[in-house]
């Protein structure tokens, strides 16, 4: 029998959902630390960051229209969340991107812009780094944009409503042109799930033995992105009605749940695994909101389920119908320039990013390990020490143990150290700009060779 034939492994797509992945958990220690692998926040299109400039139109490839869609993932995620997966039978053929930015398009002329950022950083900071990028996108769009439609996704749903909350600060230019948002199992009340670290955390703690308590610092590592989420934006008690939300647009919210039986313990102890309907229909939402549910869709399979779809299409045509949307003005369409190829450059900078992070791993592994023991040897050393006739041997033993250790535990944080400073020395030599002026953001380690 014939070898099947095997599809080759796409390590760049897979490399860049890694990256998302810590930069969800880790992203705001990335971020201080400078590290390569940190995201930095853009709008992509094909797994390229879009230019915000005057090129935009010439090397984006997209058409442009007046009115703008955009699309926020959740935690650690990637734009490439969205995709809807073709039927089988469509599976077989070279199948074309779909996703609700692309429907929307299709079905009501919006241009689809894609939000990548790092979800790690404090949620608040997310929002007013998202309102200054949709400034800048403003400034660079070639034709004036009359109307906004936000869709986020689980976390992506507060980062708009923080960007709002911003924007309305900052009197931003592009809030007013915001018609539309659509919150899809955002943990507007929190999650159970960081609700549920949080307690951990919190038990390992409280016990009596050093060696054991230590590790809540461990579980305590998570990202602010991340314990944003044990809260959310409205805590129960202090919930007020249309706080937060921006009074001129239409504000909508879509839950999902583990089971299809309506009602069952299970939708109501964990919603959708991760965000129970009555957070991701939060009691601040504005009177005038609408709100959706469907059993049996759990919490990833929100942001690209059919079903979702149609609800949010049934929407736009009731406000189209209403009059309330903005018509279709006028399109760009233009031939992209050919997209450069994928630096090498990149990738040494990224793998010297990750080798910086598994070293940094490294020397707080050790550290944790030096502390346990320490904590351990403590016991009977002090048992020893209260008794006169060990007691000068105790002292000395005491003594050569932590010398010896500290010998150890030293060489071992010295090599992590050494190994540190050489991908720093490494990264800093990709650093700045490429030769050809453009950022190091304009390629994109995701990208297909």
Avoid at 102 to 128: A, C, H, I, K, M
Avoid at 292 to 318: D, T
Wanted: glycine fraction near 10%; hydrophobic fraction near 40%.
């Amino acid at each position: 029998m014939a070898d099947r034939e095997t599809k080759p492994l796409d390590w760049r797509r897979w490399g860049g959902l890694g990256q998302a992945a810590l930069n969800g958990v880790f992203g705001d220690y990335l971020a201080r630390r400078g590290n390569p692998l940190a995201i930095e926040m853009d709008f992509y299109h094909q797994r390229r960051p879009l230019p915000l400039d005057e090129t935009l139109a010439l090397r984006s490839g997209l058409v442009l229209s007046n009115k703008i869609v955009v699309l926020l993932h959740g935690l650690t995620n990637l734009e490439s969340i969205w995709d809807i997966k073709p039927r089988q039978a469509e599976a077989a053929m070279a199948p074309k991107p779909d996703n609700y930015g692309l429907r929307l398009q299709r079905d009501f002329g919006y241009t689809p812009l894609f939000l990548r950022y790092n979800s790690g950083l404090p949620v608040q900071e997310n929002g007013l780094r998202f309102s200054q990028l949709m400034t800048r996108l403003f400034a660079a769009y070639p034709l004036e944009i009359d109307e906004i439609i936000l869709i986020g996704f689980s976390m992506g749903g507060l980062v708009m409503r923080s960007a709002q909350k911003s924007a309305d600060l900052s009197d931003a230019p592009w809030l007013p042109k915001l018609k539309r948002c659509f919150y899809i199992g955002s943990p507007h009340e929190g999650s159970p799930f960081e609700q549920m670290g949080h307690r951990i955390s919190a038990l390992v703690r409280e016990f009596p033995r050093d060696y054991i308590s230590q590790w809540a610092d461990w579980i305590d590592g998570r990202s602010e992105g991340v314990r944003d989420l044990r809260e959310g934006l409205d805590p129960a008690p202090s919930a007020t009605p249309g706080r937060g939300f921006y009074p001129g647009a239409r504000h909508c919210f879509i839950s999902g749940s583990v089971s299809p039986k309506n009602g069952s313990l299970i939708n109501k102890l964990v919603g959708d695994s991760l965000v129970t309907q009555t957070s991701a229909h939060p009691r601040a939402a504005p009177a005038d909101s609408r709100f959706a549910h469907f059993e049996g869709v759990p919490h990833i399979p929100l942001a690209h389920c059919n079903r979702v779809y149609r609800q949010i299409q049934q929407w736009c045509e009731e406000d189209a119908s209403q009059g309330s949307a903005q018509p279709l003005r006028q399109t760009i369409s233009l031939t992209p320039v050919a997209a450069p190829e994928a630096a090498v450059w990149r990738d040494g900078q990224l793998a010297a990013g990750v080798v910086d992070l598994l070293a940094d791993g490294y020397l707080q592994t050790v550290g944790a390990v030096e502390s346990m023991h320490r904590a351990i040897a403590r016991d009977p050393h002090e048992v020893l020490a209260r008794i006169p006739i060990v007691r000068p041997v105790a002292r000395v033993v005491d003594e050569t143990h932590k010398g010896v250790a500290g010998v150890v535990y030293g060489s071992l944080k010295l090599g992590g150290k050494l190994v540190q400073g050489g991908t720093r020395f490494v990264a800093g030599r990709w650093g700045g700009k490429r030769p050809d002026g453009r950022r190091q953001e304009d390629d994109d380690p995701t990208v297909d060779e």
